[in-house]
């Protein structure tokens, strides 16, 4: 088994290195990481829906898709990430996330494995849990809320759920916890991740250190710009859905409705009670926006050559933006 623990915490990077080495290496590999503040949805979930766009904005929290199943998660450097890749059939959502109740019950925590992913301790969960199969080969990873700002997460994931309408998979949110609450005695979250790496090599005999090569940093770094980094695969790729906003404007109260197919807009209906500057205007302004990518930059761009009020009296360009996310 390959054993690997870096100290690199950019979310593109730690997620592109998963799948390299999912994809690319035949041997089992256990792998410890952390990530600085980001929001890792799952793979068939819309990302708008999962996150608070403004707080995620203001904080400068970076968004992710992963390439497993299952919900939103928030990661801190206060919260540990572990995976294990193997061969298909060599284990399961309980058997790789035993060696971490292991360790936490030798230090003395009552940590259980619940549920369909979850682990808990005392009722509250410290750590969900996802997997994926590609090509007979496993990847099983999951997170340990190890010293987090709980406050940080509730904020980043809170949504309006009357914004959205779909089908995707939506996160189920439980009450959470802190290991680092129930430890009897005080432990850093790196004496964390060593004790839990010193299991593995003592559980697994084969285990021996990997450390990158050049060659895995330039295939890593080419997965982050083409994939990790992109617009497309974080937004673009949420299954097709309905949002829903109304705003109140000096032109009056303005509803946007838009259904959102391929990361595009493909509909767009106005609503309110605001004027128009010119009968039958309205369905020509809507037209402008069909096939337009949903995203914020794009957007924007458009705007540059519409000028909102020569459609709807006395609303602006910034408004029709600020309703439409």
């Given at each position: 088994?390959?054993?690997?623990?870096?100290?690199?915490?950019?979310?593109?990077?730690?997620?592109?290195?998963?799948?390299?080495?999912?994809?690319?290496?035949?041997?089992?590999?256990?792998?410890?990481?952390?990530?600085?503040?980001?929001?890792?949805?799952?793979?068939?979930?819309?990302?708008?829906?999962?996150?608070?766009?403004?707080?995620?904005?203001?904080?400068?929290?970076?968004?992710?898709?992963?390439?497993?199943?299952?919900?939103?998660v928030f990661h801190d450097l206060g919260n540990l990430n572990y995976t294990f890749i193997a061969r298909e059939g060599d284990g399961d959502f309980r058997t790789f996330s035993q060696p971490v109740i292991d360790v936490l019950r030798q230090l003395g925590v009552p940590a259980?494995?619940?549920?369909?992913?979850?682990?808990?301790?005392?009722?509250?969960?410290?750590?969900?849990?996802?997997?994926?199969?590609?090509?007979?080969?496993?990847?099983?990873?999951?997170?340990?809320?190890?010293?987090?700002?709980?406050?940080?997460?509730?904020?980043?994931?809170?949504?309006?759920?009357?914004?959205?309408?779909?089908?995707?998979?939506?996160?189920?949110?439980?009450?959470?916890?802190?290991?680092?609450?129930?430890?009897?005695?005080?432990?850093?979250?790196?004496?964390?991740?060593?004790?839990?790496?010193?299991?593995?090599?003592?559980?697994?005999?084969?285990?021996?250190?990997?450390?990158?090569?050049?060659?895995?940093?330039?295939?890593?770094?080419?997965?982050?710009?083409?994939?990790?980094?992109?617009?497309?695969?974080?937004?673009?790729?949420?299954?097709?859905?309905?949002?829903?906003?109304?705003?109140?404007?000096?032109?009056?109260?303005?509803?946007?409705?838009?259904?959102?197919?391929n990361g595009s807009i493909s509909e767009m209906k106005i609503s309110g009670d605001f004027f128009v500057v010119r009968d039958n205007e309205i369905e020509k302004f809507e037209k402008l926006f069909e096939n337009q990518l949903y995203n914020e930059d794009n957007l924007k761009?458009?705007?540059?050559?519409?000028?909102?009020?020569?459609?709807?009296?006395?609303?602006?360009?910034?408004?029709?933006?600020?309703?439409?996310?």
């Amino acid at each position: 088994m390959l054993c690997i623990y870096h100290d690199n915490t950019n979310p593109y990077h730690n997620l592109a290195t998963e799948e390299y080495f999912f994809k690319n290496f035949s041997e089992p590999i256990f792998m410890l990481w952390r990530n600085e503040s980001a929001i890792i949805v799952g793979k068939y979930q819309n990302t708008l829906a999962e996150i608070n766009v403004d707080y995620v904005k203001e904080n400068h929290i970076k968004v992710v898709r992963r390439i497993t199943g299952g919900g939103a998660v928030f990661h801190d450097l206060g919260n540990l990430n572990y995976t294990f890749i193997a061969r298909e059939g060599d284990g399961d959502f309980r058997t790789f996330s035993q060696p971490v109740i292991d360790v936490l019950r030798q230090l003395g925590v009552p940590a259980t494995f619940e549920g369909r992913n979850d682990l808990m301790i005392n009722g509250q969960k410290f750590s969900g849990n996802a997997q994926c199969a590609y090509n007979g080969r496993i990847l099983h990873h999951g997170t340990l809320l190890f010293c987090s700002e709980i406050s940080d997460l509730s904020a980043a994931l809170r949504v309006d759920p009357l914004k959205f309408q779909d089908k995707s998979v939506k996160s189920v949110r439980k009450r959470v916890t802190n290991i680092s609450e129930h430890l009897p005695r005080p432990l850093s979250i790196l004496e964390f991740a060593d004790l839990i790496m010193k299991h593995i090599q003592a559980k697994f005999s084969d285990c021996q250190m990997y450390h990158f090569t050049q060659y895995d940093e330039e295939q890593i770094q080419r997965l982050i710009s083409e994939k990790y980094e992109t617009w497309e695969w974080n937004f673009g790729n949420s299954p097709q859905y309905d949002f829903s906003k109304t705003i109140r404007t000096a032109g009056g109260n303005l509803q946007v409705n838009l259904h959102i197919k391929n990361g595009s807009i493909s509909e767009m209906k106005i609503s309110g009670d605001f004027f128009v500057v010119r009968d039958n205007e309205i369905e020509k302004f809507e037209k402008l926006f069909e096939n337009q990518l949903y995203n914020e930059d794009n957007l924007k761009q458009l705007f540059t050559g519409i000028r909102t009020e020569d459609f709807l009296l006395n609303i602006t360009n910034e408004d029709m933006l600020a309703a439409m996310f």
